[in-house]
């Protein structure tokens, strides 16, 4: 198998910027997805426009250069996606004229390990590259440049949204739907984190014991004044939530399953988001069915008390 993959616009033609660079980070996407790529037997070869000035040279000269590597079986283009600066979710999609089964899973591929909305495949028969280049070709869109939530996932989850890149490219089977185990909806709240009083310093979590048990949920220090795992979660920077899981239904080390992710959405914004399981709560009493961290919360524009969905584990889009 042999795929040519190549960063989008140009060093002197530049694409969108906003809080990362469209034109860096693709070239870092396609390096990276390359390695993975060779990793897996797959003959890859990568290109970057150094030379162009215009966009009309640019895209000429990445379509040449596709055309120009002989036989192959996959043309890639790499690209980041812009629309208006915020601070809410956008998302991933992939874009193509006839792969729409490889586009589909390379979005939902990508939004499942990451976390990034999964905007899905489009259909695009107005781009140059896909229109021009002599073998089966995608565009991927990676993420929104200048959506705060989508840098922070991205940056987050880089060597994820890489390797799903190359696995779904190569041909690796694309992840099954999974059977729900779990869907409640009711009110929510926060916890978690250096600014939790609400739990003692030293309160732990159901089914997280030791921070390499998930370290992508936590600060990398204790906090001052602290030893337990609820309040060094990392709050303000990763989506999680607890909820009362069923353990004979969802055993403690499914929940703990860094790739086994909840999707959690707002009844009252219709925003919706992928979470980890943190812990088993909130208690009945509270009345209410989930806790999620402040930065979920904010992501899903919500305040204490809104309602949410909670489905475990999450659902791929498909189709």
């Not at 992508?216 to 060094?232: S, W």
Request: proline share 6%.
């Amino acid at each position: 198998m042999k795929i040519v993959i190549s960063s989008g616009h140009a060093k002197y033609v530049r694409g969108a910027s906003g809080i990362i660079d469209e034109v860096d980070e693709a070239r870092k996407v396609v390096e990276a997805v390359a390695e993975r790529l060779r990793g897996l037997n797959v003959d890859t070869v990568t290109y970057h426009d150094d030379v162009s000035t215009t966009q009309s040279e640019n895209l000429e000269r990445i379509v040449d250069y596709h055309n120009a590597q002989g036989p192959h079986d996959l043309d890639i283009s790499v690209h980041f996606n812009a629309y208006t600066e915020t601070s809410s979710p956008m998302g991933t999609e992939c874009l193509y004229v006839s792969q729409y089964d490889l586009a589909d899973n390379i979005s939902s591929t990508i939004a499942a390990v990451s976390g990034l909305i999964d905007r899905g495949p489009k259909l695009r028969d107005d781009l140059y590259f896909l229109n021009n280049t002599n073998e089966p070709a995608i565009l991927i869109e990676t993420c929104f440049v200048d959506s705060e939530a989508d840098a922070k996932i991205y940056n987050a989850n880089f060597d994820r949204i890489c390797w799903a890149i190359a696995g779904i490219s190569a041909g690796k089977q694309a992840p099954e739907i999974p059977r729900i185990l779990l869907s409640v909806q009711g009110s929510c709240s926060w916890f978690g984190g250096p600014e939790d009083t609400g739990v003692s310093p030293s309160e732990g979590l159901a089914f997280l014991y030791e921070y390499d048990d998930a370290p992508h949920l936590f600060l990398p220090e204790q906090p001052p004044g602290t030893t337990g795992l609820a309040r060094r979660l990392n709050a303000d920077r990763k989506p999680y939530v607890a909820c009362r899981w069923d353990y004979n239904v969802t055993p403690k080390t499914m929940l703990a399953d860094p790739h086994q992710l909840a999707l959690v959405r707002s009844m009252r914004t219709g925003k919706e988001f992928f979470a980890w399981p943190s812990d088993w709560g909130p208690h009945e009493d509270t009345g209410r069915v989930a806790d999620l961290s402040p930065f979920l919360m904010e992501i899903l524009e919500i305040e204490t008390d809104d309602e949410v969905e909670v489905i475990y584990p999450r659902r791929f889009r498909k189709g």
